[in-house]
């Protein structure tokens, strides 16, 4: 033990405290020359300065960075020696030096030759006895190799960036956590945002729609797991930091670190948005001209069947008004008879429809106030609905006129009325019907059927809104189609007489739909281009006179002429048009007027028959009259139009004003 202790000494003792050197003996012993030597043999340049900030002691290396021999430099300023640039950093540092705070900072020297040199300096304030700041000691190295390759670090780059902004898509790069790392222009300005938004921000929650973000997220964290290799052309949707979508065809690659592990994600991105914007709106325009074509091809059957019925319902009636008119009115036969008229009115009823849906009614063209039209129809269209289905109004006051038929507008607003009455679930629900106006843009119109090529304007609408079912898009394509029907007992023609006399009109519908969430069927009508119209005024009657009657069916043609014999007139008739031109050339001056069937290339006619007399009057007859060839008939000298099928009366009307026009204009 006593071994142990002596070999332990005095330093085994706990709580005794170390001998130490003193600083004084330190320098002392370490002598004043050879701190000296130190000092002048540093690789780091030495500065000591007094409180005014003069030098007072600075070593060689010091000098040599700064290109100044040791006798010029001491005894200036020492801002004489700082870069002009960096005056203002100089004097802040100075300024906690004499506040006691020591510092380590970057700044540069200016050389005798007034080039710059970035040094780092470390600086400890000195003071006097009474602990006031009597200068400052510093240490500067010279660091201007490390920021020449800094600067040659950061025109790299510069470079790539530029390269990178100049790329005309998106380049974006993300670490395995999903944060940006990266992001170019096009890509913020695809984006609409700034790097400042951006960098170091979760990609999928910033950027990727919340209705797939999950699934996108997984793929990624398969790839960084390594299980699962990049998609080389992947196509997704994007939000932007303002909420706008955009489609983005991506190609990605896999980024290692140089020990061959994932990092992370490179991309490039190509915005495609406008490209399938494009080619969705041309899937839509090839859509719409086939549907188109399909439509007038339809109309042209519709109307073609429609004509030749009209001519078979003609016949009939005619002749079940002569028979009616020459039996006693107690007649057993009569009931017979009005049954029989009543048939051929329903099956009139439906080639109007198919007529309206070819658009070839006959249109009786006025400036109408649909608020008003409105209004006069509501006691009919509260008939119309079941009894459990409230009906509502909302008509807009000084309503824009339309050019429109009357007739035909209270069929439109009949069909959708009755057709919303009967969406509603088990009758029950709520129909509102609205007028006003609306300023329609191209792409309100596009959506619109029938609005392809209408111009942007204003529109006035008549709207039809129910809660009833709604439809689903598959069934919203083919409402308008003839003969389609999701009704039992449906004839499918409702919507699509409703389109034709809308189409006739060059207006649309719009229609608005969801299964469950009722519907809303808008008609939209250009304002009429004038404010009103003058009423002809009638003229007295005529009755007898001569009729050339020119009509190529044969059992029509029998039946016009024993109506207008009946009623005392002289009838000319004629199967074809060459017949009847010969006719009126042999007896024009006896012919008070000619009666001709539509579709007998009539425009041709009457400019033959005016030839002969320009004061012809003549009455055209039609199962389908298209706005546009009727008026030309009507410029030609068309004095009235009756369509079929026509009751005997409406036939004499019409050629009776015509005879008491030609009387009017003779006096």
């Known amino acids: 033990m006593a071994k142990e202790k002596k070999r332990g000494g005095d330093k085994s003792r706990p709580g005794r405290p170390r001998r130490t050197v003193p600083r004084s003996r330190q320098t002392s012993v370490l002598g004043a020359d050879m701190a000296r030597r130190i000092v002048e043999t540093a690789n780091e340049g030495i500065c000591i300065v007094d409180k005014d900030l003069l030098i007072r002691y600075v070593n060689d290396r010091a000098c040599e960075m700064v290109g100044c021999p040791q006798e010029e430099a001491l005894g200036r300023p020492v801002s004489d020696f700082v870069y002009p640039e960096d005056l203002a950093r100089h004097q802040q540092v100075m300024a906690d030096r004499r506040r006691g705070v020591s510092g380590r900072y970057e700044i540069r020297l200016k050389r005798k030759d007034g080039s710059p040199l970035w040094v ?7 003071a006097d006895r009474r602990k006031r700041f009597s200068g400052s000691f510093a240490m500067f190295t010279d660091i201007s190799h490390r920021k020449e390759a800094e600067a040659n670090l950061e025109r790299a780059r510069a470079t790539a960036q530029l390269y990178l902004d100049i790329a005309p898509c998106i380049i974006l790069a993300i670490n395995r956590s999903a944060q940006i790392v990266l992001l170019n222009r096009e890509g913020r300005r695809i984006l609409e945002c700034e790097d400042a938004d951006v960098i170091g921000r979760d990609w999928f929650d910033a950027f990727v729609p919340p209705d797939f973000r999950q699934q996108v997220r997984g793929v990624f964290a398969e790839l960084m797991a390594g299980r699962a290799a990049p998609v080389s052309r992947f196509e997704n949707e994007v939000v932007t930091l303002r909420g706008n979508r955009r489609t983005i065809v991506w190609h990605n690659n896999i980024v290692r670190n140089e020990q061959g592990q994932i990092v992370g994600v490179l991309s490039s991105g ?12 041309r899937r839509q325009l090839e859509a719409q001209l086939q549907r188109a074509e399909r439509i007038r091809s339809l109309g042209m059957l519709a109307g ?5 019925f009209n001519n078979f319902l003609t016949a009939i009636t005619g002749n079940v008004d002569l028979a009616s008119s020459s039996l006693p009115a107690d007649s057993p036969a009569a009931a017979h008879l009005e049954e029989i008229r009543t048939t051929a009115e329903r099956a009139a009823l439906l080639c109007r429809q198919l007529l309206a849906f070819a658009g070839q009614s006959a249109l009786r063209v006025e400036p109408l106030d649909l608020s008003e039209l409105v209004r006069e129809s509501a006691a009919m269209l509260r008939v119309a609905i079941s009894r459990q289905a409230s009906m509502e109004y909302e008509l807009a006051e000084g309503l824009p006129l339309v050019n429109a038929d009357a007739g035909q507008m209270r069929q439109v607003l009949m069909n959708l009325v009755m057709n919303a009455s009967e969406a509603l679930v088990e009758g029950r629900g709520r129909i509102c019907v609205r007028t006003g106006a609306v300023h329609c843009q191209r ?13 942007e304007g204003w529109y006035v609408f008549m709207e039809v809104a129910d809660s009833g079912c709604g439809m689903d898009r598959a069934t919203q394509l083919r409402i308008f189609d003839p003969f389609f029907t999701t009704k039992k007992k449906g004839t499918g023609l409702g919507l699509a007489a409703v389109s034709g006399i809308v189409r006739s ?14 519907s809303t069927f808008r008609v939209l009508l250009p304002t009429a281009k004038v404010a009103g119209t003058e009423a002809a005024a009638a003229r007295p009657a005529s009755a007898g006179g001569v009729v050339l009657v020119v009509e190529d069916e044969p059992a029509v043609r029998d039946v016009m002429r ?22 009126y050339g042999a007896d024009h001056r006896r012919i008070a007027c000619v009666v001709v069937d539509f579709s007998m290339d009539c425009g041709q ?4 028959l005016r030839r002969t007399n320009p004061a012809v009057r003549v009455v055209i007859t039609g199962g389908s009259a298209e706005e546009e060839l009727r008026r030309r008939c009507e410029e030609s000298g068309a004095a009235a139009f009756v369509p079929k099928p026509f009751a005997r009366e409406s036939l004499l009307s019409a050629v009776r004003r015509a005879i008491a026009a030609d009387a009017g204009d003779k006096a």
Do not use: C, K
């Open 120 to 126: 780092q300096v470390s600086a400890t304030p000195l």
């Open 270 to 281: 190509e915005d495609v948005t406008d490209l399938r914007r494009a080619e969705e709106h």
């Open 304 to 308: 073609g069947i429609a004509h030749d």
């Open 443 to 455: 792409a309100y119109l596009q959506s619109a059927w029938g609005g392809e090529e209408l111009p």
């Open 505 to 518: 009109l060059h207006g649309a519908v719009h229609v608005s739909s969801r299964p469950g969430e009722g």
């Open 562 to 583: 024993n109506m207008l014999e009946e009623a005392g007139f002289e009838v000319l008739a004629a199967d074809d048009v060459g017949r009847a031109l010969a006719l």
């Open 605 to 608: 006619m009457l400019s033959a």
